[in-house]
């Protein structure tokens, strides 16, 4: 017991020491703990500064959530990807405001019923926020305790992360679950590192680890084999008529579902066939160069072309747009950025 003592209270006092400065801590309201915890999944803390920050100002309240267009909620997102992500924001946010009165629930089990929070973001609202005796795991936590422990078992296996879970929250009845959590991932985020790149030597409770004991740290945590992404040859059009830009929307289910996006096809046709099915009549066809981008799933291999259009049939599938218009108005996911940038810098 003395050693969990010591443990906490290093880890606590390290944390306090140390910690980053980041603008969701510097008030723990549930809205902006939940925010920020949603912006975060699978997104590097340096990017979600700046969006954090104009995303509260733009909408600080839930009812503000709740009522916002999609447009303007997606265009506050471009730029952090996996959209959905936002979509579900909006979504729970119109549960809060029906079901809660737009108070986010102080109740874990509640807060899992809310579209697009699990188990980590639950607990990360109502030990953060609410000062519960909860634990919040996230990959961070899991590598610190894999590591801690040198537990052989794959870091996905559920009873793996049920045993942490009841562990951490043992661990919360002798200290601030606030500040332990925080500390906790904050210590992975920053020191536990991923990938050959931890710094034991500065670690607070090295003294407890027994990956660092055995010194064996990089063989934790154990991780099942990925499956190869599936690679996606397609055509990007930048097609520009008059001085608009033409934009599809894609469809409501599946990868970047309802979002805006250049024209695109796979490449079974060749790109004058692909315009002409689309009724395009142009002037010039331009080549803009290949690009890569990666999803969870999926690669695309792009090759973009400038399309000089001087009038189109049968495209109510388009929308023509102004280049402040998209600029001011319209979400486009980072695969077609570099296409656009280049495009616009041909006219």
């Known amino acids: 017991m003395k050693d969990l003592s010591n443990m906490i209270q290093n880890l606590v006092l390290w944390y306090q020491k140390n910690a980053r400065v980041l603008p969701w801590r510097e008030k723990h309201c549930a809205y902006g703990v939940w925010v920020s915890e949603i912006m975060l999944q699978q997104t590097r803390v340096e990017a979600v500064k700046e969006y954090y920050v104009r995303f509260l100002e733009e ?69 953060i926020a609410f000062g519960q005796q909860i634990a919040a795991i996230d990959g961070n936590v899991l590598r610190v305790m894999t590591r801690l422990y040198t537990d052989e078992r794959e870091i996905t296996d559920k009873a793996l992360k049920k045993e942490y879970k009841e562990s951490i929250e043992a661990i919360l009845n002798h200290t601030n679950p606030n500040i332990f959590n925080q500390a906790l991932m904050e210590l992975g985020a920053t020191i536990c ?37 599936r690679i996606e040859n397609r055509m990007m059009f930048f097609i520009l008529c008059q001085n608009k830009l033409a934009l599809h929307k894609r469809e409501e289910k599946g990868l970047l579902s309802n979002l805006w996006e250049l024209p695109n096809a796979l490449t079974d046709k060749t790109n004058t066939e692909q315009l002409l099915q689309w009724g395009i009549n142009y002037t010039d066809i331009k080549d803009i160069g290949k690009a890569k981008h990666i999803f969870t799933h999926i690669e695309w291999h792009m090759k973009g072309y400038f ?26 996911p980072s695969a077609f950025r570099e296409y656009v940038i ?3 810098n041909m006219t």
């Open 193 to 229: 590192l991923p990938n050959g790149m931890p710094k034991c030597e500065q670690c607070p409770i090295k003294q407890y680890c027994k990956a660092y004991e055995k010194n064996n740290v990089l063989e934790f945590p154990h991780k099942a084999t990925k499956k190869q992404r």
């Open 59 to 127: 909408l600080p309240t839930v009812k503000h959530l709740a009522e916002v267009s999609d447009e303007k909620l997606l265009k506050l997102w471009q730029g952090l990807g996996y959209y959905n992500r936002a979509k579900n924001l909006k979504k729970a946010a119109i549960q809060i405001m029906e079901q809660y009165c737009g108070e986010i629930p102080n109740d874990y089990n509640k807060l899992l019923q809310l579209k697009g929070i699990g188990e980590y973001t639950a607990g990360a609202i109502s030990s």
């Open 307 to 332: 399309i000089n259009a001087n009038s189109f049939e049968n495209t109510s599938d388009f929308i023509w747009v102004t280049q402040s218009d998209l600029q001011q108005k319209y979400a486009l």
């Open 342 to 344: 280049k495009g616009w």
